[in-house]
């Protein structure tokens, strides 16, 4: 019987971002708040849509404003739109639990292929992986270590779906674009990767989202 033979990597590399793919959405505490504070569903998104390139959200993943500032600039957007809210509440929201599974599929990749991490973030060091506690932040800490390259907007000055942070990430893990996978979970940020040459896979489910990108790699992560 002849030996078992390694498949190559049908890639060379993937990215990720970090809020709604390593960690569950922050969409899902958006809606926890929302409830709470009796607000519309989806008015945290429909406020951080309204403007969307010069917003307080916008202005705080590129470093703009600080986060009192970003606090008051956003509390004043939800007003425009007949909604009150904490900015700071809203903050408290961006930290998600760690998707076991999806951290499983990182050691793997990594024996094997270029990874990486594209993430709209805060200077302070929060953001979409923000830490609610000492223990949070440390597996949050060493999950992005294993990454080679973390580009993250508030560091960088641009945010996605900018596509010139999908291009500094290629280009500083050396890897053509057309030779990529990308996971991300929201559709706009998916949409610029996927006119360079990228896999853009969509996370809406992790399982789904896992089943892709093995077959786009060419080998199991599981």
């Known amino acids: 019987m002849s030996p078992l033979v390694k498949k190559e990597p049908l890639i060379d590399a993937v990215l990720f971002d970090f809020g709604g793919v390593v960690t569950t959405s922050p969409f899902e505490a958006f809606s926890r ?5 009796g607000a519309p569903l989806d ?11 010069n917003n307080a959200w916008a202005k705080m993943e590129r470093s703009e404003v600080t986060i009192s500032e970003f606090c008051k600039l956003f509390e004043a957007e939800a007003t425009d739109l007949g909604l009150k809210m ?23 990749l990594q024996k094997r292929v270029r ?3 594209i993430t709209n973030n805060m200077k302070s060091g929060r953001g979409a992986g923000m830490a609610r506690t000492s223990e949070h932040a440390a597996s949050v800490a060493q999950i992005m270590q294993m990454f080679e390259v973390v580009v993250e907007s508030a560091k960088v000055g641009i945010r996605k779906p900018d596509v010139r942070i999908y291009e500094l990430a290629c280009s500083e893990l050396g890897v053509d ?9 929201l559709g706009i940020n998916c949409k610029p990767a996927a006119n360079l040459g990228m896999v853009a896979i969509k996370v809406v489910d992790p399982e ?7 077959s786009v790699v060419g080998f199991s992560l599981r």
């Open 33 to 37: 708040y929302e409830n709470e504070i």
């Open 86 to 108: 904490s900015g700071q509440k809203v903050l408290e929201c961006l930290s998600g639990n760690v998707r076991p599974q999806m951290v499983r599929a990182i050691e793997i």
């Open 177 to 185: 674009p057309r030779n990529c996978a990308y996971l991300d979970d």
């Open 43 to 53: 008015s945290i998104r429909r406020i951080n849509s309204t403007n969307p390139d």
């Open 115 to 117: 990874i990486g991490c």
């Open 208 to 214: 789904v989202a896992l089943d892709h990108l093995e």
